[in-house]
């Protein structure tokens, strides 16, 4: 039905668009604004009662709403508590009051440009701003409005499409596209601000986007926005038009989809996760049938899902699959993406040529990282065999099946802080829809972009619905088994806690999938214009413990690492990097005192990290004093934060900054080899993987993998972040220097390295570090006392027993239940003597005294004394010889 409109459909849109009851009309649309429209906005109309406007009030002067057609008249007043709560940014601004007069016609006003002016006493304007106005439409509608269902919802098999638009003036259905497009009213409720209309079932497939007319403070004018639906379920190629579709119809669930049977589900607190881009995974595996894309997942037999399997069966649980909703910034059509004019190879390991190439195609090529989010709702259409339509909906879910078919459960990254565009920008959605509402506004009223793109604001009702509405749809229309949260802290905290709650509610019986085993995570860092709980309680660290929502811990990923991701000298050494013990000759790093010092403080946080990142673990730390985690100096902050262990989830590297290998390849003296480069790899991974709580590592992480130094390879192309599962192929390091954009300061330190053969390891030091990672996987889920479920249980179970000022720089003995793990990062064999421990029975742990690793089978341990003695670069696992029957590590749930 794409070409023409039949009679016959003609006569059920007859029936379906009969006149809908009477509605208040809106005013007449103009040309112009009362008067000229004001360059800011910084007047805040926060509920229909009320207005804050920073601007003092001038002796004498009036205050008043200018709007299309008239005017609502203010009188000085003050804010509530609960405004005061509900706005504690405005506290200490002027407020005004609405006249109770003028309420009644604050939904009129509002469908038009609406300036705040200042008058004198001879009635000449004397001020004049725009006016913010998501608070009063919050206010108006969204009790309402929040129980809608918006987008495409199909009843009796026919569609209704539902739009929220409560500033719009007119909004219209535009069915089709190209000669056989079609215009189609549609009706306001008044109460909720929503647009709907009711279709036949013929309109299942067909192409749609809104007609929006509405003011645009961006504009400056009131315009007529063509725009896709914000709840699209499905979408054209290159997202020009949403489609009708029904996610629902069983012809787009893959065979075996409604009987799909899952890993078993793992707790939060035990969860190992590979992070991994869908590009990343499959783009230079040889190996695949379908590099690049959804379908590599189901190649079984290729290099990558080998690996993965590989991973599964030692203890990995789930995979964290990087944006894969629709990006605004990638090519869908495979013959519109460009691929670098250059032959890569023949460069250099150390020229700037293979960057240089990479970045004049950038723009145009396949690959970004995707946290440019168009539509949160589709699959990504270039990860697609057929970017248009619906495959990507079966192939998307043919993934997820493919993964849990391998023993994974998949995590899906998430990214609701910030939209691709704002404005009148042509992949802005939301905001030329409802212009201001779903973007976060800085005080003179522009869009805040402190996540370095335009921010949302999840603050407000209708994007805080957004939200969980589309996390719901993925955990239910495509099986995901958790959901990342990218730049948590932006959204407040009563936002995520309504996402857990909404899964929560989702049953087997009722939506086909257990709600309550989807585990929810993400980065809950505190800055930007709502750093510390400026303008709501943000989901940040500290906010979010108690919750079972973890949140990334940056503690120990510092110290194992050493410095910060933003130092401008990149060889400042940390626990596993050698400072103190295997010192460069960076200035930044300090002389011998300080090193030491700063190398046992790193220490004191690595042990706060093992914790599970608890705020109530006691311990001993390195100056002798018994202190709580949260008494530990994190760069001014407390290092402990969590309540329980699934608060705080640790890792050592992630797709942001250097991969660990190309950290510790700025860190360690140029002259260490490259097989102490993949044992030091080793002891910073274990560092994650033998700590409380949930742990990450980036996918190939195991591999050594490199991406030649870049610190942000988001849109460095597939030359740079392409993982090598084929350890003849390398591991990706000495491919250039990295993209200048991001990493020319760095240089300087960059071409060294890269240009010394001795960095680059083989395949004996790939496949070992592999191996021993999974060692050291199945040490941790397999021994319950690293995954106990409370800080009490932590409190019994673990401790550090030569922690005082007697400890050995570099060295790091835990005890844990019937385990004594000892770190030694040091590049010497180490002995440790635990008195206490004098006269236990102790050996290395079956996993490793049978596992990959020849040089941790020499680790020993000397009975009579309680003496572990373990090799340079190593972490070894001693377990209790002679064992009761129910172990002394704590519960397992």
Known sequence: MRATATAALAATLCAVLAPAPATAAPPPARASAPAPAPTASEAQWIDAGTVVWKAASAPGARQELAYDGGRLRLTPGRLTGAQAAAFPHLREYPAFTVDVRDRARARTALRGPVTAVQRAADGTASATTGVQ????????????????????VFTGGRPTLSVWAPTARTVSLELGDGAGARTVPMRRDDASGVWSVRGPASWAGEPYRYAVTVWAPSAGATVTNRVTDPYSTALTTDSARSLVVDLADPRLAPAGWSTLRKPAAVPLRQAQIQELHIRDFSVADRTSRHPGGYLAFTDTASAGMR?????????????????AFDIGTIPERKSEQVSPGCDLKVYAPDSAEQQACVARTAARDAYNWGYDPLHYTVPEGSYAS???????????????????????????????????ASGQDEKSVLDRIVPGYYQRLLADGSVATSTCCANTAPENAMMGKLVVDSVVTWAKQYKVD?????????HPKANILAVRKALDALTPAKDGVDGKAIVLYGEGWNFGEIADDARFVQATQRNMAGTGIATFSDRARDAVRGGSPFDADPGVQGFASGLYTDPNSSPA??????????????????????????????????????VRGAEVDYNGAPAGYAAAPDDALAYADAHDNESLHDALAFKLPPSTSAADRARLQVVALATAALSQGPALSQAGTDLLRSKSLDRNSYDSGDWFNAIHWDCRDGNGFGRGLPPAADNADKWSYARPLLANPVLKPGCSEIDRTSA??????????????????????????????????????GVI????????????????????????????????????AGGADRTVRTAAYERASGTFTVPARTVAVFDAASQPAARAGGPTN
């Open 307 to 323: 690996h993965l399997r590989t991973l599964a069966a030692a203890g990995t649980s789930y995979v964290h699959l990087l944006p």
């Open 482 to 490: 958790g959901f990342r949260f990218d730049l948590m802290g932006h």
């Open 133 to 152: 106005i998501s608070g009063v439409l919050d206010d108006l509608y969204s009790a309402r409005a929040a129980k809608a269902s918006l987008g495409p």
């Open 386 to 420: 057929d970017p248009q339509g619906t495959p990507r909906t079966v192939e998307f879910r043919r993934m997820v099946q493919s993964l849990n078919a391998s023993g994974l459960r998949t995590v899906m990254d998430v990214v609701y802080n910030h939209t691709v």
């Open 589 to 626: 790093n300090g002389n011998r005192e300080e090193q030491r010092a700063r190398l046992l403080h790193y220490q004191d946080l690595v042990k706060v990290g093992l914790s599970g990142s608890l705020a109530g673990y006691r311990f001993t730390d390195t100056s002798g004093r018994t």
């Open 813 to 848: 003995t835990m005890r844990l239940g019937d385990l004594v793990v000892v770190f030694n990062a040091t590049p010497s064999a180490r002995s440790q003597r635990v008195a206490e421990l004098a006269g236990r029975p102790y050996a290395l742990h079956r996993v490793q």
């Open 772 to 809: 021993a990672y999974r060692d050291l996987l199945r040490i941790r889920t397999t021994e319950p006392a690293f995954g106990l479920a409370s800080t009490a249980a932590v409190q019994s179970a673990l401790s550090f027993p030569l922690s005082g000022p007697g400890e050995t720089p």
